[in-house]
């Protein structure tokens, strides 16, 4: 059912199943027809864990939205809450029950935390007299989610607001748990390496619960060889460049949502029937989008320019395939086509689907104020003119263009200049509040608490040296056939995969000076392993290193790894962890304040 | 080997009993057995017996005393019974006593005499008082059935789980029943009594008279009842020396048997083995013992002393002053072996080794035999099982070492069935010891309701922590369930010791522990806060990894801020906020305060649940802090949530303002400052114009004045905002083509030369479709921009011109990307020979 999740070197099935087996032993326990209440946000994450048909399987008959006053009606004997452990959803669940008390049969309530039973909202259940009214209270630990078979989530969106801007470590808290719970699995991860302040407590954080689980000392062969720990603030500049691979596109224009995509239904019409144009379809086509499609898993971590070929090659060859039928004479061959057909019709129409994303993505690429935002993102990334006002910032606040691309360019344009010059900095911000108003200060506040923005410390600017050591600009990208990382935005070579390929081969020692420009400690932790569980490397084998970045991960980050995981001569095969599948959009966004 | 089968006595053709000693009690006693109350567990479990207990007088040294002892008669505990007369006892499954009192209460002591609690068997009881009582076990507990004084029943089925059950009355009761007894059917306990002739079955619904199928005639009165240890079988003593055996249900009778005295028994119990065919009941007389099957003859045994017999899985134990003996079926593998004469292969291999060990030839003579039967696995199997049977190690060793020498002979044996053979008795042999005095069989042993773990359990309850813990490592039990365990048991029993110093005890037990896995310091910690140990709790706690234990027990102990900082360490937000909340609640305002400011985790952590739930603390803490840039953003965010009117949203800024300044934060005291400045324009704005201005940016405002045609206003705006001179350009010159005044457009475009060129104009004229005009633009756009503005308005000629004579391949290829076949043929031609004449030279 999730087969795709098992092609990786690590198979994450093993986890998908273990969070399912962990599910259906809840849902058992309430004996019964149920009807489950939703954490509207939980939906997403929870349909790639388990479809409605498993919870039908165990008497789930309705399913609601949490919301305030009466539950709908529903005959059913469990009423279970599926929540986040947050005191305002606490509050709903509390005026659900109370309400539901005075009328109808008595029934069942139950709830659900996840990813962890907190403490502070039993309380307020308590304090607001209903928290007897559960039979069970339980918490579900869905951590890390998994996306495909190398990626997993915890899709906790406010993660890196909470760590860097509000000080609260809870979504750190989880991170290490769900770290635990695959080492459980997949056995202890016997080397830590880390780099950030946020790192260093995930890492501490497991070194102590790690003491505190000893006895149920596992015994399972290390599927990791090691972890590494990133700060998403030691590179702030990554996702706020434009991922320029097909799925970094995608997610760019259109925001892939737990896998799943909206796309603009014109280009979906159904073209057989003549009849043109008939009822052209008006809801948003979705479509989910993993390795499971293969087309997908070949051109999903290309660059962008490169899958035009790939697809009309591909159009080619099932066409050639379709006229192979015409060759069939005997039964035997036509038995054998047909037997290949669905296969055939299935790939067909994957092609169709990502010809379709493909124009209208080409659409938007090809564009004028496309072209200029990249040519002004370029230059900055490669050091040029990040000192001064840029024209094509100002032209775009004076034309209103939306806000967060704005912010964006000002924010990598301070990121590449280790801060902003005072006057600039101060001009960008009275433009933006006089353009899109003074209640956006609060949102500039916020991108300065992140470091996003920021005035340049004793005029000094890092970034060049950072470049330099680090070759984050590579003048000679070949984005069809790459040979380096730094084909997924056409240039630039993302910081943190680049720390990830320099920690693997030669070692960090060679950049300890770099290391130390950039925010937070670095360290290397060891797990001691039981001798019997020693690895005794086959020749030529690759490491297998499982990467967790704290506080979010873009998809062309993604596939800067897929790449090194593929390169023949790597050595090393990543497993990619994160707080949140993100983009530079939605991370601006979850910064931004609002107070209206 | 003739003189081996001495104790054994035939009960029918097929099977035997044999009665052997465990112990010679050691216990030293002055009174008679028959002078006191008596309760010894099953499963080799601890004898109680109290003294005196039918002594009314109040004199202490008249006062009832309770001795408790171990199976070998070693005493554990005495103490002088204080409380009221006692009716009976009765060990529970988990070994505790239960004293059951003439006013029902029930009160329950460990097995060193430790008092640990009491329970009342209900009103009724109290009123009637008890007659009779009996304790029972069943797979779900033990219980307490009670007879008062009304001849009515009471019981609890599991007084681990108190529910008290009335049963019902039996109609035209006026006596105590001459015998009762307890059953347990279908998950269900019952009661069986027999009054005169008659027999009555109570359950929880109803009253039943039953009668046994088959009973002989005459009987006008039961004398004893007795019911096996798993409650499937039942025996009943008539007044005419009669004994019925049958099914516990009364559908089927097993045997009768009639014994010719009339006498009631002392004691009748059920002797016998699971999965065994034999029924057998034993019954004793003041000084005879008989056991009695469905076989025409008896076994008897003279009994020189008072004895008291103790039914068990697979037997009777017999104790008295002097010695404590076991009465069993002899186990079918035994019987095999030792019988005299047996041909069974396990015999012969025990002979064989025998003569092997004499060197002698026969030793082949007998393999041979065995083998050419192809008996010799079975021979092997033999002789483990029957060593199991054996209480003597000698016996033991010899029947293992004739396993051994058989399985030299077999090419795959498995060796399982050998080595847990040979741990097993190592650890029976262990506990069978008369220090220790447990004296299990193996049956019991290895029975499914006592597994290894009970019987840890057992030894750490009488405090035997090293033998339990070389058990552990004899056995290989992994660390949670075997040693750490022990010692969690140990350090609970150390914390209790009042006479060592805390830091003794701590160090004591960190030394013993250190970090074995699986150790909960925090249950240690908990038993020594209740011991009122407070100091040593938190000392043990140190040693405890798991904050999640920690934390509420130091909150229990009223150590707060301990507990905070243990919290803030485990990196458990949800664990800091309880204990946050509890310091809230704890401590005044101020002291709060001053502890939040040294945990800098909590406070950003109290932060942000004063941020949804107590806007005003939240002000408090950035005050006491003085953070002013936060202060000014929480007023900013005021300004926003509490205020509607103008004036207080106005004020709300000022304070912001004032807290910017304060925070040296000059950029956003004056973006606030402009922004008040902003509002109150807006709203005289919408006083003197109408319409919505409120809340729309500086750049917003000033397009809705141009879209309302009052430039002059927007352009003073623009003045006093310093709008730069770049966007003003924009902003006018989107408003103005939005309204489609062109002639307004072509004015502002000539007030002075655009600061943003003339491209601008051409593109949003072409965004409104208006040709016309874009090309009026097209001809001042500068020459950079020209080609790309010809282009917009559609003139591919006069553009290929200009990039022709730009000389610029860039400009030329992008007009050719925009001619089209048709209509712009000479065109593409003629860059193309512009490129060639290029290329040429």
């Known amino acids: ?112 935390f996840v990813p962890r039973r907190s403490l502070l909202c039993e309380q307020r259940l308590k304090d607001l007299g209903v928290l007897g009214s559960f039979i069970h209270r339980e918490e579900y630990s869905l951590d890390l989610i998994p996306f495909d078979g190398d990626l997993l989530s915890m899709e906790s969106e406010s993660a890196f607001k909470e760590c860097y801007l509000e000080g609260d470590q809870t979504s750190l808290y989880h991170a290490a748990k769900g770290l635990m719970t695959l080492q459980a699995l997949y056995g202890t991860i016997p080397q830590i390496f880390g780099k950030g302040e946020c790192a260093r407590q995930v890492a501490n954080m497991m070194i102590r619960m790690k003491r505190e689980f000893t006895g149920s000392q596992n015994s399972i062969f290390p599927v990791f060889d090691n972890l590494l720990l990133l700060d998403r603030n030691v590179d702030l500049l990554t996702p706020l460049a434009t991922q320029l691979t097909y799925e970094g596109l995608i997610d760019e224009i259109y925001g892939i949502q737990n896998s799943y995509v909206k796309l603009p239904p014109e280009k979906f019409a159904p073209k057989k029937q003549g009849d043109g144009g008939k009822d052209l379809p008006t809801e948003a086509k979705k479509l989910q989008l993993n390795s499971a499609e293969e087309l997908y898993a070949e051109i999903r971590d290309k660059n962008f320019n490169a899958v035009g070929s790939v697809l009309s090659k591909k159009a080619k060859v099932i066409s050639a395939a379709f006229e192979e039928r015409h060759n069939a004479k005997t039964v035997g061959e036509i038995k054998q086509f047909v037997s290949q057909l669905p296969h055939m019709q299935a790939a067909r129409g994957s092609l169709a689907n990502h010809t379709s994303i493909a124009e209208l993505i080409k659409d938007v690429t090809t564009s004028e104020d496309f072209f200029d935002k990249l040519t002004v993102e370029q230059e900055f990334m490669s050091g040029i003119d990040t000192d001064k006002v840029n024209n094509y910032i100002e032209d775009c606040i004076a034309q209103k263009h939306p806000l967060i691309k704005v912010l964006r360019l000002v924010c990598l344009q301070s990121v590449c200049n280790s801060g902003l010059k005072q006057k600039v900095l101060d001009y960008y911000k009275r433009e933006i509040l006089q353009t899109y108003g003074y209640e956006h200060i609060l949102t500039l506040h916020n991108l300065e608490k992140a470091g996003l923005l920021k005035p340049q410390p004793g005029g000094r600017n890092n970034y060049p040296t950072i470049r330099k050591t680090l070759r984050l600009w590579m003048d000679d990208v070949n984005e069809q056939n790459p040979t380096d990382i730094s084909y997924v935005y056409s240039g630039y ?42 690895k005794k490397r086959q020749p030529g084998e690759n490491r297998v290193t499982l990467i967790f970045f704290l506080g979010g991960v873009t998809f062309a980050e993604i596939a800067a790894l897929r790449f090194l995981s593929q390169l023949e001569d790597g050595g090393t095969e990543y497993v990619i962890a994160t707080t949140k599948l993100m983009n530079g959009t939605s991370w601006i966004e979850a910064l931004m304040e609002r107070p209206f | 080997m003739d003189c081996y089968t001495a104790n054994w006595n035939p009960l029918g053709d097929s099977a035997f009993y044999r009665k052997y000693e465990l112990y010679s009690m050691d216990w030293d006693l002055k009174e008679e057995l028959r002078d006191c109350l008596v309760a010894a567990a099953p499963y080799g479990g601890p004898i109680a017996l109290l003294r005196n207990p039918w002594r009314k007088e109040k004199t202490a040294s008249m006062r009832p005393v309770l001795d408790i002892y171990s199976a070998s008669g070693m005493p554990l505990a005495s103490l002088l019974w204080k409380s009221g007369p006692v009716v009976s006892l009765g060990w529970s499954a988990e070994e505790e006593l239960l004293c059951v009192q003439e006013d029902g209460a029930v009160l329950v002591y460990g097995l060193h005499g430790d008092f640990r609690r009491h329970f009342s068997m209900g009103n009724e009881v109290l009123q009637n008082r008890v007659l009779d009582a009996r304790i029972f076990h069943t797979e779900f507990g033990s219980g307490v059935a009670i007879l008062t004084g009304a001849h009515r029943f ?51 619904a109803a009253c039943s008279a039953v009668t046994p199928p088959g009973l002989a005639p005459g009987v006008s009165s039961f004398l004893q ?15 005419t020396g009669y004994i019925w055996m049958g099914t516990a249900s009364l559908k089927e009778k097993l045997c009768e048997f009639n014994c010719n005295i009339r006498a009631p028994p002392k004691q009748m119990v059920w002797c016998s083995r699971p999965r065994s065919k034999e029924r057998a009941v034993v019954v004793a007389w003041e000084r005879r013992l008989m056991v009695v099957g469905d076989a025409p003859e008896s076994i008897q045994f003279v009994l020189d002393e008072d004895s008291y017999l103790v039914p068990e899985l697979d037997g009777v134990r017999i104790f008295s002053r002097s010695t404590h003996e076991f009465l069993h079926e002899v186990p079918v593998a035994s019987e095999e072996i030792f019988k005299i004469a047996s041909m069974a292969p396990g015999a012969l291999l025990l002979e064989a080794q025998k003569e092997y060990e004499k060197e002698s030839q026969k030793a082949d003579e007998y393999l041979r035999e065995i083998q050419e039967l192809g008996q010799l696995t079975q021979a092997v199997q033999q002789c483990i099982e029957a060593a199991g049977h054996e209480h ?9 070492r004739a396993a051994s020498f058989g399985k030299c002979f077999l090419d795959r044996f498995p060796p399982d069935s050998f080595v847990h053979m040979c741990q097993d008795l190592r650890v029976l042999n262990a506990v069978r010891d008369y220090h220790i005095g447990i ?10 309701q006592l597994t290894i773990q009970v019987l840890l359990d057992r030894l750490v309850l009488r405090r035997l922590y090293p033998l339990a813990i070389q058990i552990c490592e004899y056995l290989r039990l992994p660390e949670v369930q075997g040693v750490s365990r022990i010692l969690a048991h140990w350090a609970c029993y150390k914390v209790q010791q009042k006479d060592v110093s805390d830091e ?33 709790a938190i000392k043990l706690l140190e040693y405890e990894p798991r904050s999640g234990e920690q934390v509420p027990l130091l909150l229990k102990m009223k150590r707060s801020k301990l507990a905070l900082s243990k919290a803030i360490e485990s990196g458990d937000t949800d664990l800091v906020f309880t204990v946050l909340l509890h310091l809230k609640n704890e401590l005044n305002r101020g002291d709060f305060f001053m502890t939040l400011r040294n945990q800098p985790m909590a406070l950003s952590l109290y932060r942000q649940f004063c941020k949804h739930q107590e806007l005003e603390t939240l002000k408090d803490l950035y005050n006491q802090d003085d953070n002013h840039q936060e202060l000014g953003s929480f007023h900013i965010r005021a300004s926003y949530a509490a205020e509607e009117r103008i004036e207080g949203r106005v004020a709300a800024l000022q304070t912001a303002a004032d807290a910017f300044y304060k925070a040296k934060n000059e950029f956003a005291a004056k973006a606030t ?4 400045r902003l509002l109150r324009l807006q709203r005289r704005l919408e006083d003197e114009l109408g319409g919505q201005f409120l809340d729309l940016s500086l750049h917003d405002t000033a397009t809705t004045l141009i879209l309302g045609g009052h430039n002059k206003r927007a352009e003073q705006l623009a003045r006093d905002f310093r709008i730069p001179d770049k966007r003003l350009w924009w902003l006018k010159l989107t408003a103005l083509a939005d309204l489609e005044d062109w002639e307004e457009l072509e004015k502002f475009s000539k007030s002075k030369k655009s600061p943003i060129g003339y491209l601008p104009f051409v593109e949003i004229c072409m965004k409104q479709h208006n040709k016309y005009e874009a090309k009026k633009y097209a001809s001042r756009v500068g020459p950079e921009q020209k080609v790309k503005a010809l282009l917009l308005v559609g003139d591919v000629a006069q553009a290929a011109d200009v990039a022709i004579e730009h000389r610029n391949e860039a400009e030329l290829s992008l007009v050719l990307s925009h001619c089209t076949g048709a209509t712009d043929g000479a065109t593409a031609d003629k860059i193309q020979r512009a490129r060639a004449q290029a290329q040429k030279k």
């Not at chain 1, 969070?19 to 349909?47: H, M, N, Q």
């Open chain 2, 154 to 204: 009471t019981l609890s089925a599991n007084v681990g789980d108190l529910k008290l059950r009335r049963m019902p009355e039996v109609p035209g009761l006026q006596s105590a029943p001459s015998c009762w007894t307890t059953l347990c059917q279908d998950r269900v306990a019952q009661i069986l009594l027999a009054v005169g002739p008659d027999l009555y079955l109570l359950d929880h």
């Open chain 2, 504 to 536: 003794d005890v701590a160090r004591a037990i960190n030394q013993k522990l250190g970090d074995t896995p699986g150790v909960s310091y925090s249950d240690i910690a908990a038993r020594a806060y209740g011991c009122g140990r407070t100091e040593l």
């Open chain 1, 493 to 534: 070579a993302p910081l943190s995969v680049r720390l990830a390929q320099l920690l693997s081969r030669p070692g960090w020692r060679s950049i300890e000076e770099v290391l130390r420009i950039l925010p937070g400690p670095h360290f290397e932790e060891r797990q001691p392993l039981p001798t019997g569980l020693q």
């Open chain 2, 392 to 400: 003597q190690p000698d016996m033991q060793k010899s029947l293992l």
């Open chain 2, 439 to 448: 004296p299990l069989t193996y049956r019991k042993y290895r029975y499914k």
């Open chain 2, 673 to 676: 400052e402009d922004q008040m």
């Open chain 1, 1 to 112: 059912m999730a087969a795709h999740l098992s092609y990786g070197r690590v198979n994450l099935n093993v986890l998908r199943e273990a969070v399912r087996r962990e599910l259906r032993e809840f849902l058992d326990k309430c004996a019964g027809s149920k009807a489950i209440v939703w954490d509207e946000y939980l939906t997403g994450p929870f349909g790639l864990i388990a479809q409605y048909s498993l919870l039908k399987e165990h008497e789930v008959e309705k399913m609601f939205t949490l919301k305030g006053n009466r539950l709908p009606a529903a005959d059913v004997k469990n009423i279970i809450f599926f929540v986040r452990p947050r005191l305002e959803l606490m509050d709903i669940i509390a005026e659900n029950v109370l309400s539901e008390d005075r009328r109808g049969p008595a029934r069942d309530f139950h709830i659900l």
């Open chain 2, 225 to 239: 009842m007795a019911v096996s240890f798993t409650y499937r079988h039942l025996a009943l003593f008539t007044d």
